[in-house]
């Protein structure tokens, strides 16, 4: 079974200073991954992913996320945070293949982000 | 543009009572899915939909109903409300096609807050 473990549930920086965000999988097969971004009162919005391609994915907004099979980590980083990035991020989890008739996605807990001046 | 639409944004249901949240898309996406969101937990799959004519139960059905006659539309039916059931809900919808899994991720509704008193 997937699953995943996003290891702080809020996380405090200040403006300019960089961003980490952890993320742990569990899966069972290939794994697809991604983080979602969520602003207040909106919808979910796709960073990035990882699907087989490059370890190192670039996302928008200066995200970027390593994919390190062997610390089965996903974790999501940015140089220099800006106000505008506080907000809810999501690590979730897929298997590349279809097995169930459908992409599952699995989704961790949440990391709030708090970006002070 | 518009790509997933959910209405309406916000709504109050007294206990018992029932309602229909609409979700409509414009992507020609065959897969519709309905998520719940509870405080401080990632989303919880409700009902998913392969293609028109075609759903399934997914992680927390209980309580819901879903339809799928067209491609465009995936409604998320509440028969008899209960305080349970407040939450954020959030449409999706997403392209996948063969055996692997389309890399395109999942396109996000802006939610609709339910509360259930």
């Known amino acids: 079974a997937q699953s995943v473990t996003q290891l702080d549930s809020h996380v405090s920086v200040s403006e300019g200073t960089p961003v980490l965000l952890r993320c742990n999988y569990s899966?069972?097969?290939?794994?697809?991954l991604f983080w979602y971004v969520q602003h207040p009162n909106k919808g979910l919005q796709l960073l990035l992913k990882?699907?087989?391609?490059?370890?190192l994915v670039k996302g928008i907004n200066g995200f970027e996320a390593e994919f390190k099979k062997s610390e089965t980590s996903f974790h999501l980083t940015k140089p220099s945070a800006h106000m505008s990035d506080a907000a809810e991020y999501f690590c979730?989890?897929?298997?590349?293949?279809?097995?169930?008739?459908?992409?599952?996605?699995?989704f961790g807990t949440g990391t709030r982000l708090l970006v002070s001046p | 543009n518009a790509g997933v639409t959910q209405t309406p944004k916000f709504r109050i249901l007294k206990i018992g009572q029932s309602m229909t949240l609409q979700c409509a898309q414009d992507?020609?996406?065959?897969?519709m899915y309905w998520y719940r969101q509870d405080p401080g937990m990632g989303l919880k799959l409700i009902y998913y939909?392969?293609?028109?004519?075609?759903?399934d139960k997914g992680e927390v059905p209980n309580g819901y109903n879903v339809s799928r006659s067209t491609t465009e539309d995936f409604p998320l039916r509440l028969e008899l409300a209960a305080p349970s059931q407040t939450s954020v809900y959030f449409c999706?919808?997403?392209?996948?096609?063969?055996?692997?899994?389309?890399?395109?991720?999942?396109?996000f509704g802006s939610g609709t807050r339910l509360t259930v008193v």
């Open positions: 999706a919808s997403s392209y996948s096609f063969g055996q692997e899994t389309a890399t395109i991720g999942y396109t």
């Open positions: 899966s069972s097969y290939s794994p697809s």
């Open positions: 990882y699907t087989s391609a490059a370890t």
């Open positions: 979730v989890v897929s298997d590349a293949v279809r097995r169930e008739g459908f992409q599952k996605l699995v």
């Open positions: 992507m020609n996406h065959n897969y």
């Open positions: 939909s392969v293609g028109a004519g075609i759903t």
